[in-house]
């Protein structure tokens, strides 16, 4: 039988804090002896009144309107307890985190010789371009679920399957839009960047087909698991915030590379037909359904308005991390190897803190800053250990392997986390003072700046070791002009 006072209490939990002035620093508080923010017992107040306005797609401030006490002891640590605790849920997500960007790196090595790749160079561009995209809906998908976990909204059934449904179907109309969006973004960026090249209509509408549909099919593979991968440790009782990010981000890439080098590849083959633009159409068809199911849905209506901008806003950043690479690339030997696993697990962590203090935000707490930055740095020296003696020891990338290449490299990724987690805490902090949902707004922003900060101080670190003879980290010439 369940507790009626529990249900009663969870159902009720949304109540504006009224008392927050405007002008009050970024920090919440006071908080009261369990650690929550008070509130009101009247009756008047236990409602629930999670709105959303129309204007940027914002929400109002709200904390819960039971204690640890009224809901028992699933509510008493939804933040993921002590450091212990966070580091035995994180630091296996982060292996396998970098385990799939390494992964990711070695597909497109073998993708870049594939016919459909030489054929249509810019496809290139496409890869990184929706990659992020692609990236960003997955973790703003985790970001949302892990707080409706941690909520309690997914330990009921009805809205449960509502939260399911509605979202699967929100990841396909951005996945369709922002698959169509970085397709032709992408094809535009070639025709600038290579106006000798000859450029068919035909060309376009295999590039913008295969985004959407990789990005669709993606999303539909990505979301399913991602769901699952929060209901079940919800279940298990593990803090989905410590997880699921890196998960999303990881997983994201290798299955849209995969799909995405597929699709293509089967396009190629009826390039100077119409197929590709009839499949265009379809898809293009499909988005008014699938947001007319978003829409019947009241758990995820408004959110089919919100949270463009900053995912727009972060293709044309991390837009600016690509041109870098892609100059500097054949100037130094191994940045293409090490960009990724620095930009990524940066921006893994800092995406796990953002998400936990969201949740910490959206449950009325206030999250142990100082605890949980040193725990989640000390993960990164962890893992980039590793990676560095696995590197080391299959002499991968073929790298000039000082003891002043690895603490430059060591201090460029400590720095990059530390930035990503400052960002991750007052971004956060703000967009909530600002009344918009940090779960939509924050990751994007977060990730796209730390790729063109990693890829930048990376490259600054290459050339400070060349010039100074300390390690000798530029490309092997002969090799350049053999592949020029």
């Not at 692609?134 to 973790?139: P, R």
């Amino acid at each position: 039988m369940v507790n009626t006072k529990r249900t009663e209490a969870i159902q009720l939990r949304a109540t504006p804090i009224e008392t927050i002035e405007e002008n009050q620093d970024l920090e919440i508080g006071p908080l009261n002896s369990n650690g929550y923010l008070p509130v009101p017992t009247s009756s008047s107040n236990r409602q629930s009144r999670h709105s959303r306005t129309e204007s940027g797609s914002s929400f109002k401030m709200f904390t819960h309107t039971f204690t640890p006490e009224d809901a028992g002891e699933e509510a008493k640590d939804v933040t993921g307890g002590d450091s212990k605790r966070l580091a035995a849920q994180a630091l296996p997500s982060l292996l396998i985190s970098v385990a799939g960007l390494v992964i990711a790196g070695w597909l497109m090595d073998i993708y870049q010789h594939w016919s459909v790749f030489t054929q249509v160079s810019e496809l290139f561009i496409l890869v990184p371009v929706l990659l992020n995209l692609k990236g960003n809906l997955e973790m703003n998908l985790a970001a949302r679920f892990s707080t409706s976990a941690n909520l309690g909204d997914l330990d009921y059934k009805p809205t449960r399957n509502a939260l399911v449904w509605g979202n699967l179907a929100l990841l396909q109309v951005q996945a369709l839009i922002a698959g169509s969006i970085a397709g032709l973004f992408s094809f535009i960026l070639g025709l600038i960047t290579h106006p000798n090249d000859a450029n068919t209509i035909s060309e376009s509408m295999l590039m913008i087909s295969s985004s959407m549909l990789s990005a669709a099919m993606s999303s539909f593979v990505l979301g399913v698991f991602m769901c699952a991968l929060i209901i079940i440790s919800r279940m298990f009782r593990i803090n989905p915030d410590n997880i699921a990010c890196p998960m999303a981000s990881s997983l994201g890439d290798v299955v849209t590379l995969v799909i995405l080098a597929g699709c293509s590849h089967a396009l190629l083959a009826s390039l100077d037909t119409l197929f590709s633009t009839f499949l265009f159409l379809g898809m293009m068809i499909s988005i008014p359904f699938f947001a007319r199911a978003v829409w019947k849905n009241k758990s995820v209506k408004d959110l089919l308005w919100s949270g463009w901008t900053p995912i727009i806003a972060a293709m044309f950043i991390s837009s600016l991390s690509g041109l870098v690479l892609e100059h500097y690339v054949e100037q130094y030997k191994g940045l293409a190897m090490l960009t990724p696993i620095l930009d990524g697990l940066a921006g893994n962590l800092g995406s796990i803190y953002a998400s936990r203090i969201s949740t910490c935000l959206h449950v009325g707490k206030v999250e142990d800053y100082n605890r949980v930055e040193w725990t989640l740095l000390i993960m990164n020296v962890v893992v980039q250990v590793v990676f560095l003696m696995i590197i080391w020891v299959l002499n991968l990338g073929h790298l000039d392997f000082t003891i002043w290449f690895f603490l430059s490299y060591f201090m460029v990724s400590m720095l990059c986390t530390w930035l990503a987690l400052k960002m991750g805490k007052y971004m956060t902090l703000a967009c909530w003072k600002r009344n918009y949902d940090p779960d939509n707004y924050v990751l994007p922003y977060l990730t796209a700046t730390i790729d063109v900060i990693g890829t930048g101080l990376l490259v600054v670190s290459f050339s400070w070791l060349t010039d100074a003879g300390l390690a000798n980290m530029a490309a092997d010439t002969t090799t350049l002009s053999n592949n020029l």
